[in-house]
T-cell receptor, first 116, second 111 residues
């Protein structure tokens, strides 16, 4: 069964360092998302991406964040200068040809980011 | 904000009992979905109900939607210990390319 894969599963970094989280969405999906979840808390929308551009982003997704689909298979989230409050689980998700109209998002297992 | 709120925040039941979780949201929606999350894992889609539907079933899951009250409920019948997880509702609205998740209900099913 196709699945969304994310790497790394856990990354520890120092405050101020750049971090890149990687995702391989399901191959025939066209819509891509990043969400984050601070430990034990709600799942927060960060950004959606379609046709090589951002469709929508939240207030959390400020200038420190960027997304890219560099090679047609990977989908990356970059945090330029990490802060302590960026510590969270980051989830990548993808959805099919008609995006949310068809329904479900398929989530990866997440990348846990710890900022020290 | 479109965000949903689940109620209760936590629910503890015995195996075999039914579990009911409720979700309320604030804006008009296209669809409402329910997801499950095992501790430390990704979210898994359970069921989707469209705004023009009132009830939907999938196996032991039953979802209702009341758009006039902006609320939904998820019923898990004959619960099992393996149903222990957090359950989130999520909504999407016309013109927005995103799902907005609720605050979640932590369900504990004891053997």
């Amino acid at each position: 069964e196709p699945e969304v894969t994310q790497t790394p599963s856990h990354q520890v970094t120092q405050m101020g360092q750049e971090v890149i989280l990687r995702c391989v969405p399901i191959s025939n999906h066209l819509y891509f998302y990043w969400y984050r979840q601070i430990l034990g808390q709600k799942v927060e929308f960060l950004v959606s991406f379609y046709n090589n551009e951002i469709s929508e982003k939240s207030e959390i997704f400020d200038d420190q964040f960027s997304v890219e689909r560099p090679d047609g298979s990977n989908f990356t989230l970059k945090i330029r200068s990490t802060k302590l409050e960026d510590s969270a689980m980051y989830f990548c998700a993808s959805s099919g040809q008609r995006g949310l109209v068809t329904g479900e998002l398929f989530f990866g297992e997440g990348s846990r980011l710890t900022v020290l | 904000s479109q965000q949903g709120e689940e109620d209760p925040q936590a629910l503890s039941i015995q195996e075999g009992e039914n579990a009911t979780m409720n979700c309320s949201y604030k804006t008009s929606i296209n669809n409402l979905q329910w997801y499950r999350q095992n501790s430390g894992r990704g979210l898994v889609h359970l069921i989707l109900i469209r705004s023009n539907e009132r009830e939907k079933h999938s196996g032991r899951l039953r979802v209702t939607l009341d758009t006039s009250k902006k609320s939904s409920s998820l019923l898990i019948t004959a619960s099992r210990a393996a149903d222990t997880a957090s359950y989130f509702c999520a909504t999407d609205s016309a013109g927005f390319q995103k799902l907005v998740f609720g605050t979640g209900t932590r369900l504990l099913v004891s053997p």
